[in-house]
């Protein structure tokens, strides 16, 4: 059965950092596509990122030029940096495959306050 652990998040002030992880487990990642996705509060879950099995890829309009998604096929592990992070990145992340699978983990909290 597939697992997905989401790990990194927390509070962190405007214009700081975090990198996410995403560790997969009970399935090859290798050839698949994976994606971030938050769910703010009040408001449904949206992609965020994605990247392919041959590591292209894409960026909702709103993060483009600071979050980098990336990829460890030997780890099986998905990667998410957050960089100039602003008050509205708050929201709860998760990782998936593309397209998702019925499991969800249970995801990581990112707060961005002063």
């Known amino acids: 059965q597939v697992q997905l652990v989401e790990s990194g998040g927390g509070l962190v002030q405007p214009g700081g950092s975090l990198r996410l992880s995403c560790v997969i487990s009970?399935?090859?990642?290798?050839?698949?596509?994976m994606g971030w996705y938050r769910q703010p509060p009040g408001k449904q879950r949206e992609l965020v990122a994605r990247i392919s099995s041959g590591l292209s890829t894409y960026y909702t309009e709103s993060v483009k030029g600071r979050f980098t998604i990336s990829r460890d096929n030997a780890k099986n592990t998905v990667y998410l940096q957050m960089n100039s992070l602003k008050p509205e990145d708050t929201a709860v992340y998760y990782c998936?495959?593309?397209?998702?699978?019925?499991?969800w983990g249970q995801g990581t909290q990112v707060t961005v306050s002063s």
């Open positions: 998936n495959y593309i397209p998702t699978r019925e499991t």
């Open positions: 009970g399935s090859n990642i290798r050839f698949s596509a």
